[in-house]
């Protein structure tokens, strides 16, 4: 039982080169999350998507674009990265809306922008 | 914008000893996650509560949901060393999570 798949685990990129995350999750879940994570400071939503071909932004989406063409993957896209783009992204996943419907996360990716 | 405050940031107890940790805002929330991470690793998701004034208890960890369903508490009862790591909080509204900052457990032996 995988649950959520993230890859790929480490990555340094040069500033301006681009880049693609991919989610992949195996519980038929329809939410899906995209999340980074700074020191210091809890999680701070990217983009999540709340169904197959549907796509929202976030808390801090600018910089980053997501495509949800298949249910179970989420991909997270760096068009231009920037160093401030560096930190730990977490893809999460959920069945939905409602108060018992908690969110699976990944072990996340390691970003590096130099 | 929701925000959820929590405190302390760092807290560094002896084995044994009881601690509570808070996680507070300004907004309501139909539910709230508690959830611990460790490193390397992505959060786990510990409890989920719903309903005003809930008391929830799991082992030696009590998870309270206040009245107006705003604020929670993470009480441990004699700490130990497995359960060190970062204690986030999130509160929830139609599917979408606002975290707070995280609570970062040292459990000494």
């Known amino acids: 039982n995988a649950g959520v798949t993230q890859t790929p685990k480490f990555r340094v990129l040069k500033t301006g080169q681009s880049m693609t995350l991919l989610c992949a999750q195996d519980m038929n879940h329809e939410y899906m999350y995209w999340y980074r994570q700074d020191p210091g400071m809890g999680l701070r939503l990217i983009h999540y998507s709340v169904g197959e071909g549907t796509t929202a932004k976030g808390e801090v989406p600018d910089g980053y674009n997501v495509s949800r063409l298949k249910k179970q993957n989420f991909l997270l896209g760096l068009e231009s990265a920037a160093p401030s783009q560096t930190s730990v992204y977490f893809c999460?996943?959920?069945?939905?809306?409602?108060?018992?419907?908690?969110?699976?996360f990944g072990d996340g990716t390691r970003l590096s922008i130099l | 914008t929701q925000l959820l405050e929590q405190s302390p940031q760092f807290l560094s107890i002896q084995e044994g000893e009881n601690l509570t940790v808070y996680c507070n805002s300004s907004?309501?929330?139909?539910?709230l996650q508690w959830y611990r991470q460790e490193p390397g690793e992505g959060p786990v998701l510990l409890v989920t509560?719903?309903?005003?004034?809930e008391v929830k208890k799991l082992k030696r960890l009590t998870f309270q949901f206040g009245d107006a369903r705003k604020d929670s508490s993470l009480h441990i009862t004699a700490a130990q060393p497995g359960d060190t790591g970062l204690y986030l909080c999130?509160?929830?509204?139609?599917?979408?999570?606002?975290f707070g900052d995280g609570t970062t457990l040292t459990v000494k032996p």
């Open positions: 907004s309501v929330f139909s539910s």
């Open positions: 999130a509160g929830t509204n139609a599917g979408k999570s606002t």
């Open positions: 999460a996943s959920s069945y939905g809306t409602g108060g018992y419907q908690p969110q699976h």
């Open positions: 509560v719903v309903t005003g004034g």
